[in-house]
């Protein structure tokens, strides 16, 4: 007597790919910090290189914050898209199009100023992937059957 699968395929089909789109966005995630991450030791290596002498850029104590709330968006991203339902692909499509716009714009905005390298990492790091992710919710929106029942 063969074995069965408990579960229907379609519903063993439903589950990658919910996991499949929040892998993409937090492939994206993970581009996110790395760019900030690169952008950071380049600025670092120019201090450096100018012996302290490249004007500091400071930041007033009660702006800060507003760094950590806007990169702590990129995980709300990925927990929204762990959520699989129909409306929560939607806001993973709308906030995750969002950050990868703004953090592309603010990436090569820096790049004019600080040089192309710059500008190229966001586009790598974050545009790159952010177009495969959109592509990928998008895909999932759009796909019929029983993904989307549980709304």
Not at 93 to 111: E, H, R
Request: charged share 10%; aromatic share 14%.
């Amino acid at each position: 007597m063969p074995l069965q699968s408990p579960i229907s395929p379609a519903q063993d089909l439903a589950m990658p790919n919910a996991n499949k789109v929040a892998l993409f966005w937090l492939t994206t995630t993970a581009g996110a910090v790395l760019f900030v991450t690169f952008q950071l030791f380049f600025y670092v290596n120019d201090f450096v290189r100018a012996h302290g002498a490249t004007p500091a850029i400071t930041f007033e104590p009660d702006i800060l914050w507003m760094f950590s709330a806007f990169y702590g968006c990129w995980i709300v991203t990925v927990l929204l898209a762990l959520i699989g339902t129909r409306s929560a692909q939607w806001g993973v499509l709308i906030l995750g199009s969002l950050m990868v716009v703004l953090n592309t714009l603010g990436g090569i905005a820096d790049g004019l100023r600080d040089g192309w390298h710059i500008a190229f990492s966001a586009v790598f790091f974050i545009t790159l992937p952010g177009v495969f992710s959109i592509a990928a919710t998008w895909r999932r929106i759009k796909s019929k059957g029983n993904n989307h029942v549980h709304q």
